[in-house]
């Protein structure tokens, strides 16, 4: 998948509006973006389709509270490297996109292994969603992680990705 710069704050608005045509009301994510981010190296329908899937999950993880949050923040993270191959200079990721939701969590059985193909806790999942997100990101030259803030009862999505420009094509 061929990588362009992209405006992450679109892929994340092109995201939101697919969710919010397929089903009976939108429901409200929290916006918190850097509007001096640049843009990042990334394939635009891939972009779109990790939010698009990040957002789903976050949606159905946080249904079951009485209020449910999700927020989408973009920030520069500096120092945040993906090493390469032997000899390969590290790919700087300097660009984050966090999605949050004050859903239950994910059991902590299943933490270490989310990202794998065909690991869920979902009644009705494939367990194919994350893993495909893993994969598209890895493509994009950038990585993707998570973690649970329990004091708080927030789940945290990261994905980082390398400016424009600044990665091998």
């Known amino acids: 998948v061929p990588s362009s710069p992209c405006n992450l704050h679109e892929a994340v608005r092109r995201a939101q509006a697919v969710i919010a045509a397929g089903r009976n009301g939108a429901f409200v994510v929290e916006e918190e973006f850097d509007p ?3 843009a990042v190296s990334a394939s635009p329908d891939a972009l779109v389709q990790v939010v698009l899937n990040l957002l789903t999950n976050a949606r159905e993880a946080s249904e079951s509270v009485p209020v449910p949050r999700i927020t989408v ?3 520069f993270a500096s120092g945040i490297q993906l090493h390469a191959g032997a000899g390969e200079k590290p790919v700087r990721l300097p660009i984050e996109l966090r999605i949050s939701d004050n859903g239950a969590g ?3 059985a299943l933490r270490d292994h989310i990202f794998e193909p065909f690991v869920t806790a979902k009644k009705n999942g494939q367990g194919l969603g994350l893993a495909l997100v893993q994969k598209l990101v890895r493509e994009m030259n950038g ?7 329990e004091i708080k009862g927030w789940t945290h999505f990261r994905v980082h990705l390398p400016v424009a420009g600044s990665a091998k094509q």
């Not at 990585?143 to 803030?149: A, I």
Request: no cysteine.
């Open 36 to 38: 001096s981010l640049p």
């Open 73 to 75: 923040r973009t920030r």
């Open 106 to 108: 994910i059991d902590g």
């Open 143 to 149: 990585r993707v992680t998570h973690d649970r803030d």
